[in-house]
């Protein structure tokens, strides 16, 4: 079985920066590597939704209102994905989570909270 653990938020001042590191474990390199993987987000009373994703091969995908300001990569050799996260908003508050297109069980997530 997937777990998930994702690490790395905190309270940070509008404009500042954070870096989300997510880990894989229960899964074999070769697996992780071929999955697309994302960072997702959810605030109070909100959905939970995607934020952004990378593919196997390193293609990336955006939602409108982070482009620009985050962006997210992987090493395939830790199963680990992360979230450079820079002019940050207050809007960016939410707790932070990783999965393989929701098909895997979700971690604790991280929480990010942003501060006006």
């Known amino acids: 079985q997937v777990q998930l653990v994702e690490s790395g938020g905190g309270l940070v001042q509008a404009g500042g920066s954070l870096r989300l590191s997510c880990a894989a474990s229960?899964?074999?390199?070769?697996?992780?590597?071929?999955?697309?993987m994302g960072w997702y987000r959810q605030a109070p009373g909100k959905q939970r939704e995607l934020v952004a994703d990378?593919?196997?091969?390193?293609?990336?995908n955006y939602q409108d209102s982070v482009k620009g300001r985050f962006t997210i990569s992987r090493d395939n050799a830790k199963n680990t994905i992360y979230l450079q996260m820079n002019s940050l908003k207050p809007e960016d508050t939410a707790v932070y989570y990783c999965?393989?297109?929701?098909?895997?069980?979700w971690g604790q997530g991280t929480q990010v909270t942003v501060s006006s």
């Open positions: 999965n393989a297109a929701r098909n895997w069980d």
């Open positions: 229960g899964i074999s390199r070769i697996i992780f590597s071929i999955k697309t």
């Open positions: 990378i593919t196997s091969g390193g293609s990336t």
